[in-house]
């Protein structure tokens, strides 16, 4: 009889082992399932940042180098005293032009959205911002109607990069910042709750 219960014993202690086992091999497979899914994500973050803050950059600089141009033809104007008469159309184009060098901007502003994390909301929205208080300021400043501008060029110019510090801020502190792992979770999760009512 001491045989058999030894045998018993023996075959409850294999089966403990082997669903022991089973247990510890699942959770690694989805720990390093976890692992790698940060990892992507990491990467993934990594290139849509890059990818906004060249296109935010290029719109920026696309919009400071034509009011520094219209701004050295006034002057040349001036020199020879001639004055420029804008005409109702240059407010049409203006808009145009600024159009164009900020629509690339906008779905790379959303691809951070999407990516995350939600540390970054607040800063790639604050950027977006400073692109729209930018273009009216531009469109004021290219016509010679500032008034017609809520924020002078000057404002609009600091609100942008200001708005590029914080959201560089932000990246630096998300990005150098160490991946967190994957939570702990008690064996058989909630059921023993369940079972002892």
């Not at 899914?37 to 719109?59: M, P, S, V």
């Not at 001036?78 to 109702?88: A, H, S």
């Not at 290219?142 to 501008?149: F, L, V």
Request: proline share 4%.
């Amino acid at each position: 009889m001491t045989e058999a219960w030894g045998m018993i014993i023996a075959a409850l202690l294999a089966l403990a082992g082997t669903f022991g086992g089973l247990i510890v091999g699942r959770r690694q497979v989805e720990d390093q399932a976890h692992i790698e899914h940060e990892q992507w994500l990491r990467e993934q973050r990594q290139q849509a940042y890059g990818r906004f803050l060249t296109a935010w950059d290029a719109a920026f600089t696309a919009a400071t180098n034509e009011v520094q141009a219209l701004m050295a033809e006034a002057e040349n104007l001036d020199r020879v005293n001639i004055d420029y008469v804008f005409e109702e159309g240059d407010w049409e184009r203006a808009s145009q032009v600024i159009d164009e060098a900020f629509s690339p901007v906008k779905p790379k502003q959303e691809q951070v959205l999407l990516l995350g994390p939600d540390l970054l909301d607040g800063p790639a929205t604050l950027m977006g911002e400073a692109l729209e208080r930018l273009e009216p300021a531009y469109v004021a400043t290219a016509t010679g109607q500032p008034d017609r501008s809520e924020v002078t060029w000057e404002e609009a110019v600091q609100g942008m990069q200001d708005a590029r510090q914080e959201m560089l801020d932000a990246m630096r502190q998300q990005l150098r910042s160490a991946p967190k792992a994957a939570p702990k979770r008690r064996l058989f999760g909630g059921r023993r709750r369940a079972l002892s009512g």
